[in-house]
């Protein structure tokens, strides 16, 4: 006659196998029933906590867990358990205590000393858990788990070297092991060691090529390499495999604005601040990137930069239906100077250095009245050169800000008396908008470095000319500040010193194909753009054009402009691609090569242009209906080139082959228009210094 089994020790059996297969819910239902027929068998308790704390239910688990302890104290397992269910909990003083339990219980026991090691890191203990951890691997040097947790604590504990070490060690036990791999290329990635990080990534790719964050690590050390077009493919299959990652498409994004493809970027920034609204480096990015499009209004630009900006500025993200928080005081008034004391100037930039921003910069700087104003520049970043120090010796204080979050930022600025702080990012790369939303200053302005409103209330001022600007109204509706026009332009150039002289490129009446050219950021050629350029090379047959931008060097984007000249029935084989060069003087003699510089559109040139017209250079652009349409426009007529900027795309193709007969009618014209510009408005930094004096001086009254 057989005997019926114990149930209790049946459904213990069935939970135990739940168990080994993973089915944690199962194996809670099953044990939950076995406590309701016996509470008081420790191995029933035991596991029911142990699937408890599996099935996501770690305070569920406590319960079971400690009467097991009080029942058998003596079990090193009930401890443990309970240890891991008290943290998953937030008990983390009682968590290790239970763990220190464990281990008293059974020293031998590496993986207990293991689990030590990671209560003591849930409770914040670093030095602890670090012991631990070291201690566990004393006993079982092959337990691969405390190895990479030990080399993720050192590098907390600010120990790359050793972090490094640790995770190959890991690597050489068990090349497979996905978290060592992935932690430790990011961190080659961050040390500046790319090609080591790929090595990295790709060695452990085979073996996962469903991972999401192994495409996006190899992405980012494929850009560190310069190799963009690889670095796109990999952030897209990244994005592929994880939709749900704001980063990685973040990631996707940036190097869609960095290959020229724009419209692709602004989706994709899009995309980013659906997964995550407070993101934001990507509102940042989004607002930048809208700039260079030629199918998006200026209206609505401007909307956006003005709903955008308070995320920009570290403030709150607005609740759907509910209007931003305006901008204001944080922080203690500020009392402007005495009168007959100089008026206090801040700069605030991450551009203090060889840099588009510091040629206009420094002009000013060199010739501003100092009795009558006291200028003190704000760098956001450590990287220096010998522009810096030439921006420095022509400032009263220089007080670096890169250290030092916005609250501390705004501190130094009350402290140092400012009484207009002017911005020269907006939203570019190292803006400190933040800052400003503090309202750091009495007078806060911005200028130079953005061509568009910041959308910030806290910013008073922003400094144009009635050119770049010139319906009070409707160039007043798309500012979020008060636009204040300085005379003349909105800029004084002031060329580097190192540059070339200029030189003749033909003999008269040379008939060598006429080489346009344009040396504009890759995002700037727009399909307008292409369409002017294209345009031109259709009227001038035998014409060259020659193209200079950071990621030209890219197949792919080479690729990409051949075909889009061609299906605007021009030979791709009328482009040329000139490298990089390693200083400014490299660069500046590039023009030589160039008979006609062509602007781009709807983003002018600024420094480009400036650049071209000191080597003797033309330069043709189209005036449109916003201030980064315009730049050229008022650049030009500083210049004395007003005849170069046309209204219409019949009227810069007409303009081009002017200047280019001029090239072939009269090459030492060139040879003259540097010094022609030198005597005009777009050089006269004391008349520039004087007027914009007057301006500041304006917006502080």
Not at 256 to 262: A, F
Not at 385 to 407: E, K, N, V, Y
Request: charged share 20%; net charge negative; proline share 6%.
């Amino acid at each position: 006659m057989e005997m019926n089994p114990d149930p209790v020790t049946e459904l213990l059996a069935q939970g135990l196998r739940a168990i080994q297969s993973g089915w944690w819910s199962d194996a809670r239902t099953l044990l939950e029933q076995a406590q309701q027929i016996d509470g008081r068998r420790p191995d029933v308790l035991i596991n029911l906590g142990l699937a408890c704390l599996n099935s996501g239910a770690p305070r569920d688990a406590v319960a079971p867990l400690k009467k097991a302890v009080a029942l058998r104290p003596d079990i090193p397992d009930a401890h443990s358990n309970l240890g891991l269910a008290l943290s998953a909990s937030g008990k983390h003083k009682d968590a290790v205590a239970s763990l220190v339990r464990a281990v008293r219980l059974a020293p031998g026991d590496a993986y207990l000393r293991h689990e030590l090691g990671v209560v003591c890191h849930a409770a914040g203990d670093r030095p602890a858990a670090m012991a631990a951890f070291r201690q566990a691997l004393e006993q079982q040097p092959g337990l691969v788990e405390s190895r990479f947790n030990l080399g993720n604590l050192l590098h907390l504990d600010g120990q790359p070297a050793a972090a490094e070490a640790t995770w190959r060690e890991v690597l050489l036990a068990a090349p497979g092991h996905l978290p060592s791999a992935q932690n430790l290329g990011s961190l080659l990635v961050t040390q500046g060691r790319a090609a080591d990080a790929l090595q990295c990534f790709e060695s452990i790719l085979p073996g996962h090529d469903g991972v999401a964050a192994l495409h996006n690590g190899r992405g980012n050390a494929l850009h560190d390499l310069g190799r963009l077009d690889e670095a796109l493919d990999a952030f897209a299959r990244a994005a592929v495999l994880d939709p749900d990652s704001a980063e990685i498409r973040y990631n996707l994004a940036n190097q869609q604005l960095q290959l020229g493809r724009v419209d692709a970027a602004i989706d994709t920034f899009r995309q980013v601040l659906r997964l995550d609204p407070g993101h934001a480096q990507a509102v940042q990015n989004l607002l930048y990137s809208l700039n260079y499009s030629d199918s998006i209004p200026a209206a609505e630009i401007a909307r956006e930069h003005r709903a955008f900006a308070p995320v920009v500025a570290g403030e709150r993200v607005p609740l759907p239906g509910q209007p931003a928080r305006k901008g204001g005081s944080n922080g203690r008034a500020v009392t402007p100077s005495a009168a007959g004391a100089p008026l206090r100037i801040g700069f605030v930039s991450a551009d203090l250095r060889t840099h588009s921003v510091a040629w206009f910069l420094l002009p000013l700087l060199e010739a501003i009245d100092r009795v009558r104003f006291e200028v003190h520049c704000y760098p956001n970043s450590a990287k220096a050169d010998a522009m810096t120090q030439r921006l420095r010796a022509a400032s009263a204080g220089w007080h670096p800000i890169d250290a030092l979050d916005d609250a501390a930022a705004a501190r130094q600025v009350r402290d140092n008396r400012i009484d207009v702080l002017i911005d020269l990012s907006g939203h570019s790369a190292g803006q400190r908008l933040g800052l400003f939303a503090r309202r750091a200053a009495p007078t806060q302005a911005t200028w130079l470095g953005y061509p568009n409103t910041t959308g910030l209330p806290a910013i008073d001022f922003r400094l144009v000319d009635t050119v770049t600007d010139p319906d009070e109204d409707a160039a007043q509706a798309l500012a979020s500040e008060r636009l204040l026009r300085i005379p003349g332009c909105f800029v004084c150039y002031g060329p580097p010193p190192e540059a070339p002289p200029v030189e003749a490129r033909r003999a008269a009446g040379s008939d060598g194909p006429i080489v346009f050219g344009s040396f504009n950021n890759l995002q700037k050629i727009s399909a307008t753009t292409l369409d002017l350029w294209s345009a031109v090379l259709a009227a001038e047959p035998d014409a060259l054009l020659a193209l200079k931008a950071g990621s030209l060097e890219q197949p792919g984007v080479q690729t990409r402009l051949q075909q889009a000249v061609a299906a605007r029935g021009i030979d791709p084989a009328r482009l040329r691609f000139l490298p990089r060069d390693a200083d400014v003087a490299g660069h500046l003699a590039r023009y030589g090569g160039i008979d006609v510089a062509l602007d781009t559109f709807p983003y002018h040139g600024t420094t480009t242009t400036c650049e071209a017209l000191w080597m003797g250079v033309p330069v043709v652009s189209l005036a449109g209906d916003r201030h980064a349409s315009r730049v050229g426009a008022s650049l030009l007529a500083a210049a004395g080139c007003a005849q170069d900027c046309a209204t219409d795309p019949d009227g810069y193709v007409a303009a081009a082959l002017h200047a280019a007969g001029i090239a072939r009618a009269d090459p030492a014209a060139r040879l003259r228009r540097r010094e022609r510009l030198a005597a005009s408005l777009l050089l006269d930094r004391a008349r520039f210094a004087t007027h914009f004096a007057e301006a500041i001086t304006q917006s502080a009254t």
